[in-house]
């Protein structure tokens, strides 16, 4: 079946640990996303990519880092400086072309210990 | 800074009321605006608008434009428990670098109740 799929879907980090959210579709979309989304509100935008090799930051992407070596993976890096690492973090994926749509992954609910 | 606002951030109706949604914009290289549909994890598509006036429909549910004002609604008839979720408004804008952005609003929380 064609997807996007995250893991894990629940992650636990210690303080001062860097983690890494895994992110792998395989509908060839060439652009994929990460958003951040707190309870109780929307979906805030980290880092894109349209390109391998090629990201972009989004509004909130200080303690974030991403690679995207391959095209159908964009893992996600919370990194320490990240003081409130907290929340669901969601990966997206699309082509570039016009009016197209984004496809969800199912998320993965990180916490700090 | 794009900026998508939802309102309102939630509603409490009983099933066979009809509820608006409301999502506003202040963007730079509009394309296209979308809403969503969370309930528990995945966010799924409702619709995409590109045209102004022009009214998307899939059942119960409908959706407008207005480019002008820049805004957009979505309407649900004779909700039912089944509608209770959080619906997602995004637009998508073309940076400066050529780059497809999309940028969600805060999101409204619907519970329909018996």
């Known amino acids: 079946d064609g997807g996007i799929t995250q893991s894990p879907k629940y992650l636990f980090r210690k303080e001062g640990q860097n983690v890494t959210l895994s992110c792998e579709q395989n509908?060839?979309?060439?652009?994929m996303y990460w958003y951040r989304q707190d309870p109780g509100q929307g979906l805030r935008l980290i880092y894109y990519?349209?390109?391998?090799?090629?990201?972009q930051k989004g509004d909130i992407a200080e303690g974030y880092s991403v690679s995207r070596e391959k095209k159908e993976s964009f893992p996600l890096t919370v990194t320490s400086a990240q003081k409130n690492p907290t929340a669901f973090y969601l990966c997206?994926?699309?082509?570039?072309?016009?009016?197209?749509?984004?496809?969800f992954g199912s998320g993965t609910q990180l916490s700090v210990l | 800074e794009d900026k998508v606002v939802q309102s309102p951030l939630s509603l409490v109706v009983h099933e066979g009321d009809t509820v608006t949604l409301n999502c506003s914009y202040e963007v730079t290289n509009f394309r296209s605006l979308l809403w969503y549909k969370q309930e528990k994890k995945a966010p799924t598509f409702l619709f995409m608008l590109t045209s102004s006036g022009i009214e998307k429909k899939s059942g119960r549910l409908s959706s407008i434009l207005d480019k002008k004002e820049l805004f957009s609604i979505l309407n649900i008839t004779a909700t039912q428990t089944g509608d209770s979720a959080v619906y997602l408004c995004?637009?998508?804008?073309?940076?400066?670098?050529?780059?497809?952005?999309?940028?969600f609003g805060t999101g409204t929380k619907l519970q329909v109740i018996p």
């Open positions: 997206a994926s699309r082509f570039t072309g016009l009016n197209e749509k984004l496809f």
């Open positions: 990519s349209q390109i391998v090799n090629d990201f």
């Open positions: 995004a637009v998508e804008v073309l940076n400066s670098g050529g780059y497809q952005k999309v940028t």
């Open positions: 509908l060839n979309h060439d652009a």
